[in-house]
């Protein structure tokens, strides 16, 4: 170590080597200044992304809007005959209890001749 410290140092050779070390700092600041670059324009085109990405959703909610404020052409006729159909069912109940009451001492008189058999 003491040699090495002790030893003369020659000019070119100290010169040399800043060179060198210049050379490779700039490189280095010019890759780290390209790499910024890149940086912003692909934060200038996802900002540009973005922006497209929320005027189309601004439009399709105008148009979700629109959609839900059209009454669909058959809704007229299918509300009728859904009524239809509510009265038919209250029918056919009817019908189904009148059968169902008529039907029970049938069941129990032929219940009973089958038991007296």
Not at 20 to 27: A, D, F, R, S, Y
Not at 75 to 86: A, S, T
Request: hydrophobic share 35%; net charge positive.
């Amino acid at each position: 170590r003491l040699a090495a410290v002790g030893r003369p140092l020659e000019m070119t050779q100290i010169e040399h080597g800043m060179k060198n070390k210049v050379v490779t700092l700039e490189n280095e600041i010019k890759g780290t200044q390209h790499k910024l670059d890149n940086i912003a324009n692909d934060e200038a085109n996802l900002e540009a992304k973005i922006d497209k990405k929320k005027a189309e959703l601004e439009r399709n909610n105008k148009r979700l809007k629109s959609l839900q404020n059209v009454r669909p052409a058959f809704m007229d006729e299918f509300e009728k005959l859904e009524g239809d159909l509510k009265k038919m069912y209250e029918v056919y109940m009817k019908k189904k209890r009148s059968c169902l009451i008529k039907l029970t001492p049938l069941r129990t008189l032929q219940k009973i001749v089958k038991e007296k058999k």
